[in-house]
């Protein structure tokens, strides 16, 4: 039987939800990060074997599509590579929110799993914009828009996002996991990249809101870029003002945050101060719980580095549709 998504399988469709399969995943992916330790081995010999054939892309089939992954990246690309899949559950959620003619903005795109999934929700009277600032992830972002036939769909902007407009120093991962960029400085190691694992390289920096003038409005935003999220909420400001009925979807990650220069319960608070109402998940658990108290959950993710993913909604519809999903409180 075939899935229209992800290609041939040979089990009965209704086994392959979401939620099964981040349960066969999410096995896999401990073993590989138990065994491959800081410098993840286990997929970095098998990368460099398919690169010494294929050189360094790989192109694989989502959806029934062309998608193009980077060889030398054992984290989103090894993952897509292996399973066809990024994120199950995050994939799932995405489904159930975005629709036909939506706008959305995507802050961090990376190679474009994400990008290409929204365009393809959204459909010709949509639009996205997607937004990466490191220069290998753009080629690969290009590539993979222009493939899957959603250039008219996607605009993507090639740059980072912050508080105002310049230019800094973008602190990109030389190898492990290259989505793990930072716009600040990390002097011990954290995750799967070491400070002397990264390279330095000048990027622009923009406001969302001056990326978006055109289109102003947006009915859901994704943002995942590694801490810098404070200063990008602070440089959308008029997006928000002009997008009564949102959906916010961003990581949550303290220790960045604070790398960054940024509070994470002044973000919380941010947050809070433009209407919206805060729910967390996560990569393997399909709930969502609403987030009542923004100290102590800071409190309680913070520890070890950890980290979290937030569903934010602000206006009667859009609270109205994530109340739905998350189902009666408990």
């Known amino acids: 039987m075939k899935d229209d998504r992800d290609g041939p399988l040979t089990a009965p469709r209704a086994w392959f939800t979401p939620e099964n ?4 995943i999410a096995p896999l992916k401990a073993i590989h990060h138990r065994l491959a330790g800081p410098e993840a081995a286990l997929s970095s010999i098998p990368l460099a074997a398919m690169r010494a054939i294929f050189g360094d892309d790989f192109t694989v089939r989502i959806r029934r599509k062309p998608f193009t992954v980077n060889l030398h990246d054992t984290i989103v690309s090894f993952e897509i590579m292996v399973y066809k899949a990024w ?3 995050e994939t799932s959620l995405y489904e159930r929110l975005v629709r036909p003619g939506d706008r959305v903005i995507d802050v961090g795109a990376n190679i474009g799993y994400f990008t290409a999934l929204f365009a393809e929700l959204v459909g010709d009277e949509g639009s996205v914009l997607a937004i990466e600032p490191e220069p290998n992830n753009i080629r690969l972002l290009r590539k993979n828009v ?4 959603l250039a008219d769909i996607v605009t993507v902007a090639e ?4 508080a105002s407009a310049g230019s800094a120093n973008l602190y990109t991962a030389a190898s492990g996991n290259l989505g793990d960029n930072r716009m600040y400085y990390t002097p011990e190691r954290h ?3 070491s400070a002397k694992e990264r390279e330095v390289r ?5 406001r969302i809101d001056v990326l978006a003038a055109d289109r102003p409005r947006a009915d859901f935003i994704k943002m995942d870029i590694q801490g810098f999220e404070a200063h990008a909420l602070t440089g959308m400001a008029g997006v928000l003002e002009a997008s009564p009925e949102v959906l916010l979807f961003t990581e949550f990650f303290p220790f960045g945050m604070r790398g960054a220069g940024s ?3 002044g973000f ?3 947050l809070r101060s433009y209407g919206f109402e805060i729910w967390e998940t996560a990569s393997t658990d399909p709930a969502l719980r609403p987030v009542t108290d923004d100290r102590r959950f800071v409190e309680r993710v913070e520890p070890d580095r950890g980290e979290a993913n937030l569903l934010c909604a602000r206006g009667e519809g859009a609270v109205r549709r994530v109340r739905r999903l998350a189902g009666p409180k408990d």
């Open 21 to 24: 399969v981040a349960a066969c």
């Open 87 to 89: 994120q199950p559950l």
């Open 146 to 149: 222009a493939a899957r036939g």
């Open 159 to 162: 740059t980072a996002v912050g």
């Open 191 to 193: 995750g799967l990249v």
């Open 202 to 206: 000048e990027v622009p920096i923009e």
């Open 263 to 265: 509070d994470p319960l």
């Open 268 to 270: 919380l608070t941010g």
